[in-house]
């Protein structure tokens, strides 16, 4: 049987170490490596090469609603290569489709260089731990080693419900149940329904979007079980208030107070270009407090921000002291830093003290 025509645009992704390949209509195809997009040496891209590279490959369900809907997503296997994420869509000039390389190997927290206080989430037994960032940032990276490594500590059994199931983890203390939207459950908030009652001690929601999904999340950690949970946030005090008006006003006091209860982390991360290639993670780390619930129920959030500095002796880092180090380490550049800080006025004062050269002011 003749591998699919995509499989050499994927095979060269992997040989070149891009992590994207991004196909479009009216475009050749593009690789994205270390961040930066790179055209591959190819014809632009017509409709009939779209429907020739991509219908093979797509479960016919998901081929006849992208063709109706106007977008789909699952996973993709090259055996022996790797895995891939596909994303289609419609566009302004016609069809187009992302495949992200999905690492077989499942990394762990030293070698993603995760600081060592996120361990403190792997001895955990309830509540709720958010990891939050843009699209693209590595939050199922990094959910995946800690997962990896609690399978390989402790005798649990974790049900993860994605879209598509991204890293596969196979039974070592613990054993894993992995469910997908699509072919294993028709939405988030039916499997996580569903999870409750498979006797889980910790449940990994890959996305809570929408209100139904972070209710039945809150009422999962309260029950006493261990949540994890993502949110595209670039902040943990931005995370909090997500979740907290998602709900009507009438019910958000009480949404604080839930979230005061059971919340125990926030991870919030970013991704940029490592000095030299590749990439390096900032991360912001918020741990549950006596203090934290009590800016929650009160609805100080804008206070989260000072107590990460005060937290820092319990391993709590401020996501612009993440991207200090990272320049102090001499791991990423000083524009980049003040390109992702949280506070840019500090960020450039503090890099003008190093003698950083940044652009002017515009």
Same mark, same amino acid.
């Given at each position: 049987?003749?591998?699919?025509?995509?499989?050499?645009?994927?095979?060269?992704?992997?040989?070149?170490?891009?992590?994207?390949?991004?196909?479009?209509?009216?475009?050749?195809?593009?690789?994205? %490596?270390?961040?930066?997009?790179?055209?591959?040496?190819?014809?632009?891209?017509?409709?009939?090469?779209? =429907?020739?590279?991509?219908?093979?490959?797509?479960?016919?369900?998901?081929? *006849?609603?992208?063709?109706?809907?106007?977008?789909?997503?699952?996973?993709? =296997?090259?055996?022996?290569?790797?895995?891939?994420?596909?994303?289609?869509?419609?566009?302004?000039?016609?069809?187009?489709?992302?495949?992200?390389?999905?690492?077989?190997?499942?990394?762990?927290?030293?070698?993603?260089?995760?600081?060592?206080?996120?361990?403190?989430?792997?001895?955990?037994?309830?509540?709720?731990?958010?990891?939050?960032?843009?699209?693209?940032?590595?939050?199922?990276?990094?959910?995946?080693?800690?997962?990896?490594?609690?399978?390989?500590?402790?005798?649990?059994?974790?049900?993860? @419900?994605?879209?598509?199931?991204?890293?596969?983890?196979?039974?070592?203390?613990?054993?894993?149940?992995?469910?997908?939207?699509?072919?294993?459950?028709?939405?988030?908030?039916?499997?996580?329904?569903?999870?409750?009652?498979?006797?889980?001690?910790?449940?990994?929601?890959?996305?809570?979007?929408?209100? *139904?999904?972070?209710?039945?999340?809150?009422?999962?950690?309260?029950?006493?079980?261990?949540?994890?949970?993502?949110?595209?946030?670039?902040?943990?005090?931005?995370? @909090?208030?997500?979740?907290?008006?998602?709900?009507?006003?009438?019910?958000?006091?009480?949404?604080?107070?839930?979230?005061?209860?059971?919340?125990?982390?926030?991870?919030?991360?970013?991704? %940029?270009?490592?000095?030299?290639?590749?990439?390096?993670?900032?991360?912001?780390?918020?741990?549950?407090?006596?203090?934290?619930?009590?800016?929650?129920? *009160?609805?100080?959030?804008?206070?989260?921000?000072?107590?990460?500095?005060?937290?820092?002796?319990?391993?709590?880092?401020?996501?612009?002291?993440?991207?200090?180090?990272?320049? *102090?380490?001499?791991?990423?550049?000083?524009?980049?830093?003040?390109?992702?800080?949280?506070?840019?006025?500090?960020?450039?004062?503090?890099?003008?003290?190093?003698?950083?050269?940044?652009?002017?002011?515009?």
């Amino acid at each position: 049987m003749s591998a699919n025509r995509i499989d050499r645009f994927l095979k060269l992704m992997n040989d070149r170490g891009a992590s994207d390949l991004h196909l479009s209509v009216g475009r050749p195809p593009i690789f994205r %490596l270390s961040g930066r997009m790179e055209p591959v040496r190819y014809r632009v891209l017509d409709d009939r090469d779209f =429907e020739s590279f991509l219908k093979p490959i797509s479960p016919p369900h998901l081929w *006849e609603s992208f063709v109706t809907d106007g977008d789909a997503d699952y996973a993709y =296997e090259v055996p022996g290569l790797a895995r891939f994420r596909v994303n289609m869509f419609r566009q302004q000039r016609g069809m187009g489709a992302v495949f992200r390389i999905i690492p077989t190997k499942l990394m762990t927290v030293e070698q993603l260089g995760l600081p060592p206080s996120v361990k403190k989430l792997m001895t955990l037994d309830g509540g709720l731990v958010l990891v939050t960032g843009p699209t693209g940032s590595g939050k199922s990276t990094t959910l995946s080693a800690i997962i990896h490594e609690m399978n390989s500590t402790r005798a649990m059994h974790f049900v993860t @419900i994605e879209d598509p199931i991204e890293f596969v983890h196979g039974n070592q203390k613990s054993l894993v149940s992995q469910r997908e939207i699509g072919p294993h459950s028709k939405s988030f908030t039916a499997a996580l329904r569903a999870a409750v009652r498979e006797d889980p001690d910790c449940i990994l929601v890959g996305e809570m979007r929408d209100l *139904e999904t972070i209710e039945m999340a809150l009422k999962a950690a309260e029950t006493g079980l261990l949540v994890f949970g993502t949110l595209h946030t670039n902040s943990a005090s931005k995370t @909090i208030d997500r979740i907290i008006n998602v709900f009507p006003t009438d019910q958000q006091e009480g949404v604080r107070g839930i979230l005061a209860g059971v919340i125990k982390g926030v991870l919030a991360q970013q991704l %940029l270009r490592r000095k030299g290639g590749g990439r390096v993670a900032a991360l912001e780390i918020l741990f549950g407090t006596p203090a934290l619930s009590a800016l929650i129920r *009160e609805g100080k959030t804008h206070q989260i921000a000072g107590m990460l500095s005060q937290g820092k002796s319990l391993g709590m880092i401020s996501m612009d002291d993440s991207l200090r180090g990272l320049v *102090e380490k001499d791991a990423i550049e000083p524009h980049a830093a003040l390109e992702k800080a949280l506070d840019k006025d500090e960020m450039r004062k503090w890099l003008k003290e190093r003698g950083a050269a940044l652009p002017d002011e515009g």
